[in-house]
């Protein structure tokens, strides 16, 4: 491609994205950006065994706010094709693609569209997945996922049935679900299951590196399910407090990259996983995560060892998910997982709203007991070493409207 035809001249990459606001980062990103002339859209991978490939980096977040409208144009662009919502996303996410798919009916079938249901009942399902369908403006989703799965249990013969109409009725192409919580067991469980097509799963630097999890998902690749992995900065910005933060920090930066896009490129460093979906509710992280897809540079092995290290050194700040630990020490209902991962998207994504949208959510009786409950046990037991009960009172002050 001729340095004229490419979308990525350096000039239109500034322009395009809004120079005056980005000061702070173009500096550190001088040599993602050099790349950016020379590639044109992001990568993609096969997903799976489906035979579907998919762009390496995958657009989630919330799209109906009216800014959202360009930046999907953009992301599309830019080859970000793999577009993830869910029936429950607030603020009428469905709706804002849409709105987009009415605008401009010829990006259909040029996405991978992913969509998910908090049902676990076909006829539950059937209806989210109507509803999905009519916000959307579209025939077909590409992959369906039962929203949150924790335990394999939650899909049996009546789900694999479901997912074989909705197929056979052109409803859906693929199928499966997503996990937040015990991922890895989930991954095991579904690799033996047979029907599975994909699983996003939270995966990070902080996670992968794990026996089990490492387990998991070569299990997942030898039975040819498709991987995304969510969550991937494990918990958010870098804090400069420690010297590894800064040693981190800092390292990235003379290399060329943030921190955050050097998470991502740990994940895309194993071949295994084919996207990553990340939430980029502006066009200054859809332009950071991009440039950090079109970037070839790996990761050092130093890189990685410092990431380790930093992992290991705030692990008490991280929530692995491993709820199946913590949740059967207490007595009585309390959501540990589900709430942890609420205070992350306030403490460390800034989404003061997501996280108290959702929180709101766990049924109030088990919200009242939610600081009443003992929890010395599962903090005995907690790998983290996480002070559950004092997180719970957090939340409950913080998230509760
Ligand atoms: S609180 Fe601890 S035991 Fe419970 S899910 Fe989180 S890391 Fe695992």
Partial sequence: MSKKETRWSRRNFL???????????ISPMAGLARTAEKASVVPTRPFGKTGANVSIL??????????NQLLMKQAMDWGVTYWDTADCYQRGSEKGIGKFFSRQPDAREKLFLVSKSDARDPDGMTQLLNRSLDRMKTDYIDLYFVHAVSNIDELDSR?????????????IRFFGFSTHRNM???????????WIDGIMMTYNYRLM??????????????????????KTMGGGQVRTHS????????????????????????????????SICSQMPNMTILMSNVAAALDKTQLSAGDIELLQQYAEETRSAYCTGCTDICESCVEGEASIGDVMRYLMYCNSYDDYKLAADSFNKIPQKIRRYLTDLDYSEAERKCPQGLPIAKLMQEAKKKLET
């Avoid at 995958?58 to 800014?67: E, K």
């Avoid at 890895?184 to 047979?194: F, I």
């Avoid at 060329?256 to 295994?272: E, I, R, S, Y």
């Fill in 184 to 194: 890895e067991e989930c991954l095991l469980e579904a690799a033996r299951l047979g």
């Fill in 209 to 230: 590196h794990s026996a089990d999890m490492r387990r998991a998902v070569d299990a997942c690749v030898k039975a040819g399910i498709g991987l995304t992995a969510m």
């Fill in 243 to 274: 010297e590894t933060e800064l040693k981190l920090a800092g390292r990235f930066l003379k290399k060329g990259f943030t921190d955050a896009q050097a998470k991502l490129k740990a994940v895309w460093q194993n071949p295994q996983i084919s």
């Fill in 159 to 171: 789900t694999k049935a479901w997912a074989e109409e909705a197929k056979a009725a052109g409803k």
């Fill in 58 to 67: 995958s657009l989630g977040g919330m799209f109906n706010i009216a800014s």
């Fill in 15 to 25: 322009k395009t994205t809004g120079v005056a606001s980005l000061g702070s980062i």
